[in-house]
């Protein structure tokens, strides 16, 4: 045991001196000789060409957006078995490629006997009839890929939008560790509406004692209404993680999560689902107002999109038009180190151009922008691909169109609060200074929630403010959002490997 520890702490590796064999990502990383020895890499085959006494293909294991060219020469009975999907596991060496297209080779010799040095093997893991295979080599619509959710991983663009969450949420993750933050898990299962939209999902108990438990979950039936609650009041699968992070916040200053968040929206968007990720924090103990927010945002939007991987960016953002190729380039534009800080405007200054804008343009817009009304998606996508063309931070609501925790401004109209627009997205972000005058807070969720506080269910977010509460502040960003701005990918479904929406929930 000691040896080990020492042998581990030896290897200058994190896990120690374990290492699971090289992936096709960490081999085509590795450097390589025309005499390299033999090793086996295993994989699916993602296109094979066969020619008289040599075949060629792609092998991939989903570790990158390059796949790993497989040369097979020699005339082995091997190669027939190999068809488009099947699972393989390859013996043959990483050698310099002299063809174009890829620097690196792996030679498969199958023309020389088991007992020769550097022979070739072809070993099929698992077969897969090219027939019947639904992952066809031409152009899958989006449509067809999502009634075959199960299989959807294996084309390109949504093996990188998976690779891609990977990639933002360990840069998140090292962003926040920067500032002092510390992740955290907060619950699933809540009693309260963070958002107050009335759109969660509630769940309830399955009858423990019915003959169907134990059978696939849609044999099984809901307890009766009459049985007590399960948790003695009704549950609810969360909208936001926001107040349980506010509870964290007053004891370790600087939290956040990333985690799942479930609303029963029945709009059939392109920028909803019914199960989406979000990255919340809260941080205390600092000042700066709205502004200090936005920096914060910012600079964590900036760094995490900066350091995306650029394959699989590239892998995602290919083969689209010109119109793509701007979008892709305003992109990096918005996230450069050069770039100004982004455009920030009061939601006032924003409705009065949006009024400058019906003003000589009648027919704009569907619905007319008035102050004291929600922006709708077409406002926010004027302001930030015309009027500004890049992210804009809209700051200042009313406070009648935002939720109960949001800090008042002194002007008794608006609350310190803001949304992060971004060209094709829409709200990325939104966030706010957290109300922390106890008095403030009360009156407003009793007007919210009635006199008693919704029956007492909201008592322990004020007493965050009766025991030290401190100024804070906090924000939201749905992560597919995120996946889709950095992208490219205009709809949510395709930002998150196994979508959920109203009347859809495959597998
Ligand atoms: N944590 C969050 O979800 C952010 C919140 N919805 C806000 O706008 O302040």
Redesign the pocket.
Known sequence: MILRRCISSLSGSKTGAFQLPPTIRQLLASPTTPDAPAITVSGWIKSIRRQKNVAFAVLTDGSSSQGLQAVFVGNGEGVKALTNGSAVRLTGRLVPSPGAGQDKEFLVDLGKGKAQANAGEVHVLGSCDPELYPIQKQALSTEYLRDHSHLRARTDAIAAMIRLRDSLQKNISTFFDDQGFVYTHTPILTGND??GAGESFRIAEMSSTHPSVGHPPHAATPAPAHEKEFFSRPAHLTV???LH?EALATSLSRVYTLSPCFRAERSLTGRHLAEFW?L???WALTTGGVNATCDFVEACLRSVVRGAPATDVDALWKGKDADGEERRRALDDAVSLQREPWVRMTYTEAVRALEDHVHQNPAAFEYAPAWGRTLQSEHEKWLAEKLVGGPVFITDYPAAL??F??RHNDDGKTVA?F?LIVPHVGELV???VREERAEVLEEQMRADFGPDLGSGAYQWYLDLRKYGGAPHM???MGFERLVGWVGGIDNVRESIPFPRWAGRMLL
């Open positions: 963070a958002e936001s993680h926001q992070l979000m919340e924090a809260e935002k939720p925790y949001m609060c949304d939104g966030g706010s906090g924000f939201g």
